[in-house]
Structure formats: C-alpha cells, structure tokens
C-alpha cells in the first residue's frame, strides 16, 4: 500500500508544481495532497515536502491553523479572475459560463474565509 500512496504523493506534487505555472491548475492543495501521501509512505519525502522553503510554510499554515496567506488569497483570485475572463472571452456557452461563476465563487468565498497568515 506504501508505493500506491508515493506515487500519489509524487503524482500530486507533480501537478502542484505544473500549476505555478498553469492557471487552471492549484498548487497549494496539491501540495497539501502530496503531504498527506507522503506522510504515509515515505517520512523522508515528507520532512522534504515540510522543510522545503517554498511549500513548507504553507503546509505548516494549513495544518497548524487552518490558514492561507494573504499574499496567496490574492493570488488564487488573480488566477479565478483569469480563467473567468478567458471563458469569457472564448464565447463559452451561457450554461457553462453560470456553472464555472458559481464553482469559482465558491471556491473564493472558502479562501477568502480562512484565517490569514
């Protein structure tokens, strides 16, 4: 059961690295994701993941207090903002278009109701 929780581990933080660069894609929650698999699989993976400079604080920040930086909260709306307006500007159905404003308002209204670092 150990490899199928490190390649999920691998897998997600995999992602969550391809989506510091890709708008559609989270990085932190991956990053979480992968924290969890590694702590079940691998601890050495995991201390890496909670001492790396990048995503260690951010990992501490949800487990400790359930938190979000603010500095992340705005990034997070900068990159929704983003994939509205492209669905926008593509032409996207009007269905489609009520369907992602309702998930991307959620998911706003979750971030911008953590507790801030």
Known sequence: MRI??????????GLGIVGAFVPLLPTVPLVLLAAFFFARSSERLHQWLLNHPQF????????????????GKWAAT????????????????????????????????????????
Do not use: N, Y
């Open 78 to 117: 900068v990159s929704i903002l983003a994939t509205f307006a492209i669905t926008l500007f593509l032409g996207i159905g009007w269905k489609i278009i009520l369907i992602q404003a309702a998930a991307l308002g959620a998911v706003s209204l979750f971030i911008w109701t953590r507790p801030s670092v």
């Open 56 to 71: 260690g604080p951010a990992i501490a920040d949800w487990s400790e207090r359930g938190a979000i930086s603010k500095r």
């Open 4 to 13: 199928i929780w490190l390649i999920c581990g691998l897998i997600s933080l």
